[in-house]
C-alpha cells in the first residue's frame, strides 16, 4: 500500500520534473544560457524527471539513496534558483513592482522545481514505513503530510499563474480556469489534511482529477495562444518564446496527481 | 568604414518568418524609387545632389543610398513630420527656398552655383548656414540655421537610414513586421538578429550572420 502511493509520488514528481526541463530549457534558451548557472535547473529536473521514471517503476518498498539524492538536489537547486530569481527582479530599477515581476525572471518557475524534489522526497519517505503498517512521515500520517504539501504547492503554482494571466490581462475567459479549479482542489485536499475525519472523499477526488485533466489542457490552450500570435506557429522561433509557456500547465497536473495519491493514503487509512 | 556587421545582409531576410508580403512590398517599392527629380526642378536637383553629399558622404565601393530621391519622395507625397516650426514655412516651400539662396549665396561668393563649387567651398557654405550666417535676400524670413536643423539634417539623414544598405552598416533589422523580437535586455541577440563583430570575434559574427533570417 504505501509503496502504491510511493510510486503514485514518484510519478507526481516526474511530472512535475518534465514540465519543469521543458520549460526552464525553452525559458533559459530565451536568455541565451547567460549565466552558466542557468542549465542547473535542466539537469536536476532531468534527473528528478529520471528518479520519478525509475520510482515509478519500482515496485520493491525500500526507498532508493539515488533518487532521494536527485529529490534533495532539486530541492535545493530550486530554492537556490528562487533565490536567483528573487535577486535579478530585485535588482532591476523598481525592485519587486509588478512591471518587473511580470518581465523579469518568474519566481515562482524554479519554485515548481522544489515542488518536484518535495514530492519525490515525501515519496521516498512513504516508501520508507514498514509494509503492513500506516505509513507516516515524521511521526504524522503520511496521507495528511502530502495533502498539507500539495495543498501549499497548489496554492503557489495558482498564484504564479494569477501572476501571469493579469499580466496577459485575462484576455481568454480560459485563463480564469487555473485561479479558479486549483484553489477549490487545495481547499479540499487542504481540509483532508487538517480534518481527520475518515469520511469519503469522492468530490474532493473528482475535482483533483478535473485538476490533472485542467494542467494538460492549460498546454493545449497555450499551444492555441502561441497559433495566436503575428505569424502563428510557423514564426516559432519567436511565438514559442515570447507566446504562453506550453510546458509550464502540467505543474498543475503533477501537484493533483499528488493530491490524489494522498487521498488514497488517508483513505487505506480507514480500512 | 570598418565592417562592424560582417557579412550581414537584411535582404537576406526577405523570405524567412521575419518579412511578409507587406513587409516586401514597403521595401520593393523603397528601393524602386526613380533616381529622377518629380518634385525639384533640374536647377534644384543639382543643387540638392551637393548639399546631400556634403551632409551624408558615402562611400565609393558601393551603389550610393539615392538621397535626393528619396528627399525628392517625401516632398512629391506630402509625408510630413507632424509638426512644424512656426519660423518656418511648409517643407515644400522650405526646400525650394533653401535650395536656391543656397545657390544665390554661391554664386555671390564665388560665381558659380553651388553644384560647382568645390567641395571645401560647399562644406563652407554649408557651415555657414548652420551657425545662421547666411543673410542673403533669397532667404525671405527663413532663418537659415532653422532651415539646416530641422530641414537638411533630419530629411537627408532620415532617408540615408531608411535605405537596407544604411541598416547592413549599423546592423539594423529593417521592419520589425510580422517578426518582432524576444530578448529584450541589453546586448542580447536573437538569432534573426545582426551580429556585431567584437574584436577578435569577427568570424563568428559572419557565420551568425550567415544565418540571420
Known amino acids: 500500500m504505501a509503496t502504491r502511493a510511493g510510486r503514485r509520488l514518484n510519478r507526481a514528481s516526474g511530472v512535475i520534473a518534465a514540465s519543469v526541463l521543458a520549460d526552464s530549457a525553452i525559458e533559459h534558451y530565451r536568455g541565451s544560457f547567460h549565466n552558466k548557472v542557468m542549465f542547473a535547473p535542466l539537469v536536476s529536473s532531468a534527473l528528478a524527471l529520471a528518479a520519478g521514471l525509475h520510482g515509478a517503476g519500482d515496485r520493491r518498498p525500500a526507498p532508493h539513496r539515488a533518487r532521494d539524492t536527485a529529490y534533495a538536489a532539486a530541492a535545493l537547486i530550486g530554492i537556490v534558483g528562487t533565490g536567483f530569481h528573487l535577486y535579478n527582479v530585485g535588482k532591476k530599477p523598481g525592485g519587486l513592482s509588478f512591471q518587473n515581476l511580470f518581465y523579469s525572471a518568474p519566481i515562482g518557475a524554479p519554485a515548481a522545481l522544489i515542488l518536484s524534489g518535495m514530492l519525490g522526497f515525501l515519496a521516498e519517505r512513504v516508501r520508507d514505513n514498514t509494509p503492513g503498517t500506516a505509513p507516516t512521515i515524521a511521526g504524522l500520517p503520511a496521507g495528511r503530510v502530502v495533502a498539507a504539501g500539495t495543498a501549499a504547492g497548489l496554492l503557489g503554482t495558482v498564484a504564479e499563474a494569477g501572476l501571469l494571466h493579469l499580466r496577459g490581462a485575462y484576455h481568454d475567459p480560459f485563463m480564469f480556469l487555473p485561479v479558479t479549479v486549483p484553489p477549490i482542489a487545495a481547499a479540499l485536499i487542504g481540509e483532508a489534511a487538517i480534518e481527520n475525519a475518515r469520511k469519503p472523499r469522492g468530490f474532493t477526488r473528482w475535482w483533483l482529477r478535473l485538476t490533472v485533466l485542467l494542467g494538460f489542457a492549460g498546454s493545449g490552450f497555450h499551444v492555441l495562444g502561441v497559433a495566436r500570435n503575428m505569424g502563428g506557429w510557423r514564426n516559432w522561433r519567436q511565438n514559442v518564446l515570447n507566446g504562453p509557456p506550453i510546458p509550464a500547465p502540467p505543474s498543475f497536473t503533477g501537484l493533483a496527481l499528488a493530491g490524489l495519491a494522498a487521498l488514497s493514503l488517508l483513505e487505506d487509512r480507514r480500512r | ?213
Open chain 2, 1 to 213: 568604414m570598418t565592417d562592424r556587421y560582417p557579412g550581414y545582409d537584411v535582404l537576406a531576410k526577405r523570405w524567412t518568418q521575419s518579412w511578409n508580403d507587406q513587409t516586401r512590398a514597403v521595401i520593393d517599392a523603397r528601393l524602386a524609387t526613380p533616381r529622377e527629380p518629380r518634385f525639384f526642378t533640374a536647377a534644384e536637383w543639382l543643387t540638392l545632389g551637393a548639399v546631400c553629399d556634403g551632409i551624408m558622404p558615402q562611400p565609393r565601393d558601393r551603389p550610393p543610398v539615392p538621397l535626393p530621391a528619396y528627399v525628392d519622395l517625401k516632398l512629391r507625397e506630402g509625408l510630413l513630420d507632424g509638426y512644424r516650426y512656426a519660423a518656418m514655412p511648409p517643407q515644400d516651400e522650405a526646400w525650394r527656398r533653401g535650395l536656391a539662396a543656397l545657390d544665390e549665396e554661391a554664386v555671390t561668393a564665388h560665381g558659380e552655383a553651388f553644384h560647382a563649387l568645390s567641395p571645401e567651398r560647399r562644406d563652407s557654405l554649408l557651415g555657414r548656414m548652420q551657425k545662421g550666417e547666411l543673410t542673403g535676400e533669397a532667404w525671405g524670413d527663413m532663418p537659415c540655421a532653422m532651415f539646416f536643423a530641422h530641414r537638411v539634417i533630419p530629411d537627408i539623414t532620415h532617408a540615408y537610414y531608411a535605405h537596407p544598405e544604411a541598416w547592413n552598416e549599423i546592423g539594423f533589422g529593417g521592419p520589425a513586421s510580422p517578426r518582432g523580437y524576444v530578448r529584450m535586455a541589453l546586448d542580447r541577440r536573437d538569432p534573426w538578429e545582426a551580429a556585431e563583430a567584437k574584436p577578435g570575434e569577427e568570424l563568428r559574427a559572419r557565420r551568425d550572420n550567415d544565418h540571420v533570417g
